[in-house]
């Protein structure tokens, strides 16, 4: 497989857990996507500052840079799904590098709900060549070489 970037963005952790299993396993460069807005500490404020980032299309700023972007083929992209799909900061993410001719994995983790539109709305957002959204939720390592090495 060609090189790796395995980017994620997670406000309690869980996401992050997912993405440090995908880069280990795959062997995969790490990559926190850093927001400048700070969300609130508690889960009901942060639901409601999450719908209004979607209601009002907004784009975070993300203060963290990837370095030498272009030496990425593949790039795994893993967040919690907020409101039945992506934050808003993997948009601001996905407008702030070129993606044609790269495959992109979008990864995530839910409270039940799984992906939704995750996929669509990534798609809609990438040049990319983007897969379907894996549901990362008790994502195991065998679960991820299936997933990263299916074609
Ligand atoms: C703003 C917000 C919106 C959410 N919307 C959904 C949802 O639509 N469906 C769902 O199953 N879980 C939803 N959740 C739960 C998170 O997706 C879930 O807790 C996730 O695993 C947290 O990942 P993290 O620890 O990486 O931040 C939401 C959580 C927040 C804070």
């Known amino acids: 497989m060609s090189k790796l970037l395995v980017a994620y963005f997670s406000k309690t952790g869980t ?3 997912a993405a440090e299993k995908i880069a280990r396993v795959a062997d995969g460069d790490l990559f926190e996507i850093v927001t400048e807005k700070k969300y609130p500490a508690s889960y009901a404020a942060t639901v409601i500052v999450g719908k209004k980032e979607q209601l009002m299309h ?3 700023a993300i203060v963290s840079k990837v370095e030498n972007f272009d030496q990425y083929d593949t790039i795994a ?3 919690p799904v907020w409101w ?5 900061a993997i948009l601001s993410f996905l407008s702030q590098y070129d993606f044609a001719g790269k ?3 979008p990864f995530c983790t839910h409270g039940g709900s799984g992906p939704k539109h995750s996929t669509d709305d990534i798609r809609k957002a990438c040049s ?4 379907d959204c894996l549901d990362a939720n008790g994502l195991t ?3 991820v070489r299936r997933w990263l090495y299916s074609e």
Do not use: S
């Not at 039945?84 to 808003?88: E, I, S, V, Y």
């Not at 990319?128 to 897969?131: C, E, N, R, T």
């Open 84 to 88: 039945f799909t992506c934050p808003r």
């Open 128 to 131: 990319g060549d983007v897969k």
């Open 103 to 105: 495959t992109v994995w």
């Open 15 to 17: 996401t992050k857990a």
């Open 58 to 60: 907004e784009m975070p």
């Open 77 to 79: 992209i893993g967040f």
């Open 141 to 143: 390592d065998d679960a």
